[in-house]
């Protein structure tokens, strides 16, 4: 018999990943979102969490990007 997750395949960057997997790691065990890590660019994860997973990497984006001075 077959058994089927239903998941959404992410695929990134090694640092993005990492960026991914810290979060991951850094929630309660009940709410973990990863069902897989496929390779050090791609990850399997719960489908509900897509639209975390992208607030996240755009607030962390947000924060790493340079703004020149307006000076």
Request: proline share 7%; with cysteine.
């Amino acid at each position: 018999m077959v058994n089927a997750i239903k998941g959404v395949f992410v695929s990134c960057d090694i640092p993005m990943t990492q960026f991914i997997v810290n979060m991951n790691n850094s929630m309660p065990p009940s709410q973990r979102f990863i069902i897989h890590v496929l390779d050090s660019t791609h990850l399997f994860v719960q489908p509900q969490v897509e639209g975390m997973i992208r607030s996240a990497i755009s607030d962390f984006r947000d924060q790493n990007s340079y703004e020149k001075p307006t000076s």
